[in-house]
């Protein structure tokens, strides 16, 4: 995991995740343009629930936290909503 916390702008959804697999489920991930999407967990939260990033799903944010590499996954430490998508 990285030491340095970034910050990422994008839409956050929830797209479906491991299908077919004990792990399928609908998971957060952050969209932008032109850039994959990014799979997010908020730190602390179940990753079968995400209840704090679903208070944000189809809204455009600012997440805050690290990547982990190992898990592929970038760990929420905050989020904040973002007026709209034009700077993004």
């Given at each position: 995991m990285s030491d340095v916390k970034v910050?990422?702008?994008g839409k956050i959804v929830f797209l479906p995740y491991a299908s077919g697999s004990?792990?399928?489920s609908l998971r957060p991930f952050l969209v932008?343009?032109?850039?994959?999407?990014l799979r997010l967990h908020y730190n602390?939260?179940?990753?079968?629930?995400e209840d704090e990033l679903f208070?944000?799903?189809?809204k455009f944010c600012k997440v805050i936290g690290y990547k982990d590499?190992?898990?592929?996954?970038?760990?929420?430490s905050s989020v904040e909503f973002v007026s709209d998508g034009k700077n993004i």
């Open positions: 910050e990422h702008l004990k792990s399928d932008r343009p032109d850039v994959l999407p602390g939260s179940n990753p079968f629930k208070k944000c799903a189809d590499e190992k898990q592929n996954v970038f760990l929420v």
